[in-house]
């Protein structure tokens, strides 16, 4: 197996993993939301947390698989020589930005519903809860966007 095959292999790879990642999350959250009592929540977000821990891996494969076809690749390519690629690059960094904000922002509601759940939360806490849950489903459908902006650019390639 030539080097540029193993490089596309990789790039599919953690494209498979980014979109079990992906729906994985759509799924338990919307069991999250169905969810009546906090325990039951608590639980489903214990499940969500080990995908959300594998996003970052997925990036790195990403990144460093994409590096790799650059090189490799038949076209010669420089930093920022094309503009799709440059965009590409960049909402890549935010979809990996927004993530981690999301993994921050995830724990602290991780935390809150433990507490929700043991009856220590604090006055107003469920008010905090729902808005940390609009948060995280904001999060989910921009990062999709993205990740479907950056599958088009991947593919369409336009003007190169």
Same mark, same amino acid.
């Given at each position: 197996?030539?080097?540029i095959?193993?490089?596309l292999?990789?790039h599919f790879v953690a494209l498979?993993?980014?979109?079990?990642?992906?729906v994985?999350?759509w799924?338990?959250?919307?069991?999250y939301?169905?969810?009546?009592?906090?325990l039951t929540?608590?639980q489903i977000?214990?499940?969500?947390r080990p995908? +959300? $821990?594998l @996003?970052?891996?997925?990036?790195a %494969?990403?990144?460093l698989s994409?590096i &790799?076809?650059?090189?490799? #690749?038949?076209?010669?390519y420089?930093?920022?020589?094309d503009?799709w690629?440059t965009?590409?690059?960049?909402?890549?960094?935010?979809?990996?930005?927004?993530?981690?904000?999301? +993994? $921050?922002? @995830?724990?602290?509601?991780?935390? %809150?519903?433990e507490l929700?759940?043991? &009856?220590?939360?604090?006055? #107003?806490?469920?008010e905090v809860l729902?808005?940390?849950?609009?948060q995280?489903r904001?999060?989910?459908?921009?990062?999709?966007?993205?990740?479907?902006i950056?599958?088009t650019l991947?593919?369409?390639?336009?003007?190169?």
């Amino acid at each position: 197996m030539q080097a540029i095959h193993f490089s596309l292999l990789l790039h599919f790879v953690a494209l498979g993993v980014l979109g079990a990642i992906i729906v994985s999350g759509w799924l338990l959250n919307a069991q999250y939301l169905r969810a009546t009592d906090y325990l039951t929540r608590l639980q489903i977000l214990r499940l969500i947390r080990p995908i +959300g $821990l594998l @996003s970052p891996l997925s990036i790195a %494969l990403f990144l460093l698989s994409g590096i &790799g076809n650059m090189i490799l #690749g038949r076209k010669d390519y420089a930093l920022f020589s094309d503009t799709w690629l440059t965009v590409k690059l960049l909402l890549f960094v935010v979809v990996a930005a927004i993530g981690i904000f999301s +993994g $921050l922002r @995830s724990k602290c509601r991780a935390k %809150l519903v433990e507490l929700l759940a043991d &009856g220590r939360a604090p006055q #107003g806490s469920a008010e905090v809860l729902k808005s940390l849950d609009d948060q995280q489903r904001w999060f989910m459908i921009i990062q999709t966007v993205l990740v479907l902006i950056i599958l088009t650019l991947s593919v369409s390639k336009p003007h190169a």
